[in-house]
């Protein structure tokens, strides 16, 4: 545990030395536990660490509650927001410095009626690492256009200007001023639009139902537009009806056609697949008793690292798909392969498995990396 525990104070420096360590203990534990519980993550560190389960309970709650709230005088309160940076910069870090590219995904995700969180997630391998989140009392939203403006600026500089990175999310999330702040980062928006909307084709005045591009399922459309009449934004708009798909999909973005394609776009579903890890298909967050969304924010935290963690160590046991999925596109824009040899187990699951049995077999501790390979994407 050790080790793990030097990790995370190396890819966190901002945090002093005790904020780290109990960050380290929560993410651990939640790995050996398979469960973000206090009770189920206490008792795991009490008998791996052989201390008392009162003195680790007590640590462990001290971590997520406002500085107030603290014990002592000089326990200071974790900023969450301090820690998306670190965050991104720490998967960086591990990605292959031969990829270039990363394809973020943004999404709201609720649990019950106790809390919304916003989330931007980078999506790979068909999961999804949070590293930046808004979370809200159910009953007590506030406007989300300032807080999604807020989680985007805050990696202003983060990314290498060379480096392409998409921005996928749903219909439900699309704005103009989502679409402005995502190109003023130096990235691409690749948003799904309403067809209730109207569309001007280049060199052209005349508006049309964006419903009419196409009418039956294997039609495909693309072209550079204005779009909405009210409030035109000139983008490249890529329209696909695919079975088994009930509606067509509608992608605005600002790649020319010859650089994107609408298949990238199936990869906002792995954000979705990362809400099922945080929840009852990981660590099990859906069965949280905590009321404040503070203290579930930096909750939120100990998840996204030990997400991050598995889901890196995972794609090292399985390199069959590429990190990103971004199929290169040349001239002739062939379309993706199947995969041959589909995935039985989640990237997410294997990683938890190949730590448990190198501790069980008392070898060193799998750390993981981010290692694309692209194979029929080549």
């Given at each position: 545990m050790q080790e793990w525990i030097d990790v995370v104070r190396q890819q966190m420096p901002h945090l002093n030395k005790p904020q780290a360590v109990v960050l380290a203990l929560w993410s651990f534990g939640m790995v050996l536990a398979r469960s973000c519980g206090l009770t189920s993550v206490t008792h795991t560190i009490a008998k791996l660490t052989e201390q008392k389960e009162d003195t680790v309970r007590q640590r462990l709650r001290e971590w997520n509650r406002d500085g107030p709230d603290k014990c002592g005088k000089k326990r200071l309160e974790l900023e969450v927001s301090t820690c998306f940076v670190p965050l991104l910069r720490w998967i960086l870090r591990w990605w292959d410095p031969q990829e270039r590219r990363m394809v973020l995904a943004m999404d709201a995700t609720t649990l019950g009626d106790r809390y919304v969180a916003l989330v931007i997630s980078v999506v790979y391998r068909a999961c999804a690492i949070p590293i930046a989140w808004k979370v809200f009392a159910f009953d007590r939203q506030s406007a989300w256009k300032p807080e999604w403006l807020v989680l985007f600026e805050t990696f202003r500089e983060v990314i290498p200007h060379d480096w392409t990175v998409l921005v996928l999310a749903d219909r439900g999330l699309y704005a103009n001023w989502l679409f402005g702040a995502i190109r003023a980062l130096g990235w691409h928006p690749f948003l799904r639009i309403n067809a209730n909307g109207k569309y001007c084709r280049q060199g052209s005045s005349q508006f049309l139902p964006l419903s009419q591009l196409v009418q039956h399922h294997g039609d495909t459309w693309s072209g550079t537009v204005t779009c909405f009449k009210a409030n035109p934004v000139r983008a490249t708009l890529l329209v696909c009806w695919a079975e088994p798909y009930t509606d067509?999909?509608?992608i605005l973005t600002d790649l020319p056609t010859d650089q994107a394609a609408i298949v990238w776009y199936s990869l906002r579903a792995w954000i979705e697949c990362g809400f099922r890890h945080i929840k009852r298909g990981g660590w099990q967050w859906h069965q949280t008793r905590m009321t404040d969304p503070a203290r579930a924010s930096r909750h939120w935290l100990a998840i996204a690292v030990a997400t991050?963690?598995?889901?890196?160590?995972?794609?090292?046991?399985?390199?069959?798909?590429?990190?990103?999925?971004?199929?290169?596109l040349p001239p002739d824009r062939p379309q993706p392969h199947a995969h041959s040899h589909p995935r039985l187990l989640s990237c997410f699951r294997l990683g938890i498995f190949a730590i448990l049995i190198a501790l069980i077999q008392h070898r060193p501790l799998p750390l993981g990396s981010f290692r694309p390979r692209y194979g029929p994407f080549d």
């Open positions: 067509p999909w509608l991050l963690w598995v889901v890196s160590v995972g794609g090292e046991v399985d390199p069959s798909l590429p990190a990103s999925t971004l199929d290169p």
